[in-house]
Protein backbone atom coordinates (compact mmCIF):
# COMPACT_ATOMS: atom_id res chain seq x y z
CA UNK A 1 0.00 0.00 0.00
CA UNK A 2 1.49 3.69 -1.05
CA UNK A 3 2.30 5.96 2.25
CA UNK A 4 0.40 8.56 0.96
CA UNK A 5 -2.98 6.97 1.85
CA UNK A 6 -4.27 6.11 4.85
CA UNK A 7 -4.74 2.27 5.82
CA UNK A 8 -8.13 1.40 7.81
CA UNK A 9 -7.78 -2.04 9.29
CA UNK A 10 -10.43 -3.72 10.26
CA UNK A 11 -9.99 -6.03 12.78
CA UNK A 12 -11.83 -7.55 15.93
CA UNK A 13 -8.88 -7.72 18.27
CA UNK A 14 -6.06 -5.23 19.16
CA UNK A 15 -3.12 -4.69 16.35
CA UNK A 16 0.18 -6.45 17.17
CA UNK A 17 2.90 -4.56 19.50
CA UNK A 18 4.86 -4.23 16.39
CA UNK A 19 2.13 -2.12 14.11
CA UNK A 20 1.32 -0.09 17.12
CA UNK A 21 4.85 1.20 17.34
CA UNK A 22 5.28 1.93 13.29
CA UNK A 23 1.71 3.77 13.64
CA UNK A 24 -0.63 6.29 15.40
CA UNK A 25 -3.94 4.72 16.09
CA UNK A 26 -7.32 6.70 17.10
CA UNK A 27 -10.21 4.96 18.15
CA UNK A 28 -14.30 5.70 17.01
CA UNK A 29 -16.36 5.14 19.43
CA UNK A 30 -19.22 5.18 17.32
CA UNK A 31 -18.20 2.02 15.64
CA UNK A 32 -16.48 -0.38 18.19
CA UNK A 33 -13.67 -2.50 17.67
CA UNK A 34 -12.74 -0.42 14.46
CA UNK A 35 -9.09 1.66 14.46
CA UNK A 36 -7.59 3.91 12.44
CA UNK A 37 -4.45 3.78 11.52
CA UNK A 38 -3.21 7.51 10.12
CA UNK A 39 0.79 7.62 8.56
CA UNK A 40 2.55 10.40 9.71
CA UNK A 41 3.81 11.67 6.55
CA UNK A 42 0.27 11.06 4.37
CA UNK A 43 -1.69 13.39 2.84
CA UNK A 44 -5.47 13.72 2.98
CA UNK A 45 -7.34 11.62 -0.31
CA UNK A 46 -10.31 10.78 -1.48
CA UNK A 47 -10.05 7.36 0.42
CA UNK A 48 -10.52 8.96 4.01
CA UNK A 49 -13.67 11.38 3.63
CA UNK A 50 -14.13 11.77 7.24
CA UNK A 51 -10.08 12.95 7.48
CA UNK A 52 -10.63 14.98 5.00
CA UNK A 53 -14.17 17.05 6.20
CA UNK A 54 -12.57 17.10 9.33
CA UNK A 55 -9.24 18.52 8.15
CA UNK A 56 -11.19 21.39 6.04
CA UNK A 57 -13.48 22.14 9.09
CA UNK A 58 -10.50 22.89 11.33
CA UNK A 59 -8.53 24.89 8.08
CA UNK A 60 -11.89 27.02 8.11
CA UNK A 61 -12.29 27.98 11.74
CA UNK A 62 -9.03 28.88 12.83
CA UNK A 63 -7.99 31.27 10.92
CA UNK A 64 -11.74 32.84 11.16
CA UNK A 65 -11.24 32.47 14.89
CA UNK A 66 -7.47 34.03 14.51
CA UNK A 67 -8.78 36.93 12.43
CA UNK A 68 -11.75 37.57 14.86
CA UNK A 69 -9.75 37.36 17.89
CA UNK A 70 -7.20 39.66 16.33
CA UNK A 71 -9.82 42.23 14.49
CA UNK A 72 -10.92 44.08 18.01
CA UNK A 73 -7.26 44.90 18.94
CA UNK A 74 -6.18 46.11 15.54
CA UNK A 75 -9.46 47.80 15.81
CA UNK A 76 -8.89 49.09 18.79
CA UNK A 77 -4.93 50.37 18.10
CA UNK A 78 -4.89 51.57 14.86
CA UNK A 79 -6.89 54.59 15.61
CA UNK A 80 -4.86 55.22 18.52
CA UNK A 81 -1.68 55.30 16.81
CA UNK A 82 -2.88 57.46 13.96
CA UNK A 83 -4.32 59.93 16.24
CA UNK A 84 -0.95 59.56 18.05
CA UNK A 85 0.57 60.49 14.72
CA UNK A 86 -1.49 63.60 13.67
CA UNK A 87 -0.83 65.28 17.50
CA UNK A 88 3.09 64.49 16.63
CA UNK A 89 2.84 66.14 13.34
CA UNK A 90 0.93 68.72 14.48
CA UNK A 91 3.91 69.85 17.08
CA UNK A 92 6.14 69.71 15.03
CA UNK A 93 4.66 72.25 12.69
CA UNK A 94 3.73 74.39 15.12
CA UNK A 95 7.61 74.06 16.45
CA UNK A 96 8.97 74.48 12.70
CA UNK A 97 6.35 78.27 12.64
CA UNK A 98 7.59 79.09 16.16
CA UNK A 99 10.87 78.76 15.30
CA UNK A 100 10.79 80.94 11.32
CA UNK A 101 8.79 83.52 13.97
CA UNK A 102 11.79 83.78 16.27
CA UNK A 103 13.90 84.10 13.25
CA UNK A 104 12.14 86.84 11.49
CA UNK A 105 11.83 88.51 14.56
CA UNK A 106 15.34 88.49 15.66
CA UNK A 107 16.47 89.30 12.03
CA UNK A 108 14.39 92.26 11.78
CA UNK A 109 15.84 92.98 15.36
CA UNK A 110 19.54 93.23 13.95
CA UNK A 111 18.27 95.46 10.71
CA UNK A 112 17.13 97.86 13.05
CA UNK A 113 19.59 98.12 15.75
CA UNK A 114 22.54 100.94 14.77
CA UNK A 115 26.01 100.99 16.98
CA UNK A 116 25.60 101.85 20.34
CA UNK A 117 27.30 105.05 21.47
CA UNK A 118 26.90 103.90 25.77
CA UNK A 119 24.32 106.65 26.62
CA UNK A 120 20.50 106.33 26.88
CA UNK A 121 18.44 108.96 25.14
CA UNK A 122 16.50 111.34 28.04
CA UNK A 123 13.69 113.09 25.65
CA UNK A 124 11.43 115.18 27.27
CA UNK A 125 8.34 115.76 24.99
CA UNK A 126 6.47 119.39 23.79
CA UNK A 127 3.47 118.93 25.46
CA UNK A 128 5.80 118.96 28.64
CA UNK A 129 7.99 122.17 28.95
CA UNK A 130 5.65 124.17 26.24
CA UNK A 131 2.76 126.15 26.11
CA UNK A 132 2.75 126.51 22.96
CA UNK A 133 0.35 124.22 20.42
CA UNK A 134 2.21 123.10 17.40
CA UNK A 135 -1.14 121.72 15.95
CA UNK A 136 -1.38 122.88 12.39
CA UNK A 137 1.64 125.22 13.20
CA UNK A 138 3.93 123.96 10.48
CA UNK A 139 4.61 121.73 7.28
CA UNK A 140 5.27 118.18 8.39
CA UNK A 141 8.35 116.69 7.70
CA UNK A 142 8.89 113.75 5.62
CA UNK A 143 10.67 110.98 7.16
CA UNK A 144 11.93 109.29 3.88
CA UNK A 145 14.03 112.28 2.49
CA UNK A 146 15.73 113.38 6.04
CA UNK A 147 19.09 113.20 4.94
CA UNK A 148 20.80 115.51 6.69
CA UNK A 149 21.33 116.69 10.52
CA UNK A 150 22.28 120.04 11.59
CA UNK A 151 23.70 120.98 14.94
CA UNK A 152 24.09 124.71 16.11
CA UNK A 153 23.69 126.71 19.43
CA UNK A 154 21.00 129.00 20.73
CA UNK A 155 23.84 131.74 21.52
CA UNK A 156 22.23 132.76 24.78
CA UNK A 157 21.95 131.39 28.50
CA UNK A 158 22.89 127.71 29.58
CA UNK A 159 21.19 126.18 32.23
CA UNK A 160 21.53 122.80 34.39
CA UNK A 161 18.77 122.64 36.72
CA UNK A 162 16.19 125.62 35.30
CA UNK A 163 16.28 124.05 31.81
CA UNK A 164 12.39 124.32 31.12
CA UNK A 165 12.13 127.89 32.29
CA UNK A 166 15.43 128.72 30.29
CA UNK A 167 13.23 127.19 27.19
CA UNK A 168 9.94 128.77 27.67
CA UNK A 169 11.82 132.35 28.55
CA UNK A 170 13.86 131.21 25.16
CA UNK A 171 10.46 130.32 23.32
CA UNK A 172 8.82 133.81 24.09
CA UNK A 173 11.81 135.50 23.00
CA UNK A 174 11.05 134.41 19.13
CA UNK A 175 7.66 134.91 19.80
CA UNK A 176 6.20 131.84 19.13
CA UNK A 177 8.20 127.90 18.35
CA UNK A 178 11.53 127.29 18.54
CA UNK A 179 12.54 127.28 15.08
CA UNK A 180 14.66 123.84 16.22
CA UNK A 181 13.58 120.32 15.98
CA UNK A 182 15.29 119.39 19.31
CA UNK A 183 17.30 121.18 21.78
CA UNK A 184 19.73 119.42 23.77
CA UNK A 185 19.82 121.33 27.53
CA UNK A 186 22.73 121.36 30.27
CA UNK A 187 21.07 118.97 32.22
CA UNK A 188 22.02 116.28 29.72
CA UNK A 189 18.20 116.03 28.78
CA UNK A 190 16.83 116.84 25.01
CA UNK A 191 13.76 118.87 24.50
CA UNK A 192 11.48 118.43 21.78
CA UNK A 193 10.70 121.32 19.99
CA UNK A 194 9.33 121.00 16.46
CA UNK A 195 10.27 117.12 17.24
CA UNK A 196 10.12 114.44 14.14
CA UNK A 197 6.52 115.94 12.99
CA UNK A 198 7.36 119.78 11.57
CA UNK A 199 10.28 121.46 9.53
CA UNK A 200 12.78 123.45 11.16
CA UNK A 201 11.79 127.11 10.09
CA UNK A 202 15.61 127.99 10.25
CA UNK A 203 16.83 128.82 6.77
CA UNK A 204 19.61 127.13 5.14
CA UNK A 205 21.56 125.82 1.96
CA UNK A 206 22.19 122.06 2.17
CA UNK A 207 21.36 118.96 0.41
CA UNK A 208 18.02 117.23 0.47
CA UNK A 209 14.82 119.12 1.17
CA UNK A 210 14.53 117.71 4.86
CA UNK A 211 17.00 118.39 7.73
CA UNK A 212 16.98 117.66 11.92
CA UNK A 213 18.01 120.98 13.35
CA UNK A 214 19.25 120.09 16.68
CA UNK A 215 20.45 123.18 18.69
CA UNK A 216 22.58 123.15 21.90
CA UNK A 217 21.43 125.22 24.48
CA UNK A 218 24.01 127.88 25.90
CA UNK A 219 26.56 129.65 23.69
CA UNK A 220 29.83 127.33 22.36
CA UNK A 221 31.75 129.92 20.48
CA UNK A 222 34.98 129.76 22.99
CA UNK A 223 34.14 125.80 24.10
CA UNK A 224 32.24 123.16 23.50
CA UNK A 225 29.21 121.42 24.70
CA UNK A 226 29.96 119.27 28.35
CA UNK A 227 30.41 115.67 27.39
CA UNK A 228 26.70 114.58 28.54
CA UNK A 229 25.45 116.97 25.59
CA UNK A 230 27.59 115.24 23.35
CA UNK A 231 26.64 111.83 24.42
CA UNK A 232 22.61 112.96 24.81
CA UNK A 233 22.96 114.47 21.08
CA UNK A 234 24.61 111.33 19.54
CA UNK A 235 21.63 108.92 21.46
CA UNK A 236 19.27 111.23 19.70
CA UNK A 237 20.69 110.45 16.04
CA UNK A 238 20.56 106.58 17.39
CA UNK A 239 17.05 107.11 18.04
CA UNK A 240 16.35 108.89 14.90
CA UNK A 241 17.56 105.88 12.68
CA UNK A 242 15.62 103.51 15.12
CA UNK A 243 12.48 105.16 14.26
CA UNK A 244 13.53 105.07 10.56
CA UNK A 245 13.19 109.60 10.87
CA UNK A 246 16.40 109.59 9.44
CA UNK A 247 18.21 107.70 6.33
CA UNK A 248 20.94 105.47 6.89
CA UNK A 249 23.24 107.37 4.52
CA UNK A 250 23.10 110.79 6.34
CA UNK A 251 24.90 113.85 6.56
CA UNK A 252 26.09 116.03 9.34
CA UNK A 253 26.67 119.71 9.58
CA UNK A 254 27.34 122.45 11.91
CA UNK A 255 25.77 125.94 10.96
CA UNK A 256 25.71 129.03 12.79
CA UNK A 257 27.95 132.24 13.82
CA UNK A 258 30.74 131.48 16.45
CA UNK A 259 30.21 127.17 16.26
CA UNK A 260 34.37 127.45 15.70
CA UNK A 261 34.13 125.09 19.10
CA UNK A 262 31.41 123.18 18.37
CA UNK A 263 32.60 122.34 14.82
CA UNK A 264 35.53 121.35 16.02
CA UNK A 265 33.86 118.88 18.27
CA UNK A 266 32.03 117.76 15.89
CA UNK A 267 34.03 116.98 13.04
CA UNK A 268 35.29 114.27 14.44
CA UNK A 269 31.86 112.10 14.19
CA UNK A 270 30.31 109.90 11.89
CA UNK A 271 28.85 110.89 8.66
CA UNK A 272 30.51 114.96 9.44
CA UNK A 273 30.47 116.47 6.54
CA UNK A 274 30.96 120.20 6.85
CA UNK A 275 31.09 123.57 8.68
CA UNK A 276 28.74 126.40 7.39
CA UNK A 277 28.80 130.09 9.04
CA UNK A 278 26.32 133.09 8.60
CA UNK A 279 27.63 135.61 6.25
Same mark, same amino acid.
Given at each position: ?????????????SPSPAAVSQSTYGSLESIPGIHIRVDKDCDVSESTPLLAAAQRSTNTHTPSSHTASSSPALSSCNPTLQHDC????SVGLLVMCASALALAAYLLWRQTQAP????RLSLIGHDVWS???? +????????PISVCTVIFTH?????CHDDCPDVLRELERSHLGELPYNFLVAGDCQVFEAQGWHYRSQIPRDLPGKDSLVVAFVGNFSGRP???C +????????????????TLRQEYQLYVMGSRTD???RELRHWPHYASHHTDK
Amino acid at each position: MDSSHIAVRAARRSPSPAAVSQSTYGSLESIPGIHIRVDKDCDVSESTPLLAAAQRSTNTHTPSSHTASSSPALSSCNPTLQHDCINWRSVGLLVMCASALALAAYLLWRQTQAPDFGYRLSLIGHDVWSDVDL +QGRGTLLDPISVCTVIFTHTEGNGCHDDCPDVLRELERSHLGELPYNFLVAGDCQVFEAQGWHYRSQIPRDLPGKDSLVVAFVGNFSGRPPIAC +QLMAAQALILESLKRRTLRQEYQLYVMGSRTDALQRELRHWPHYASHHTDK
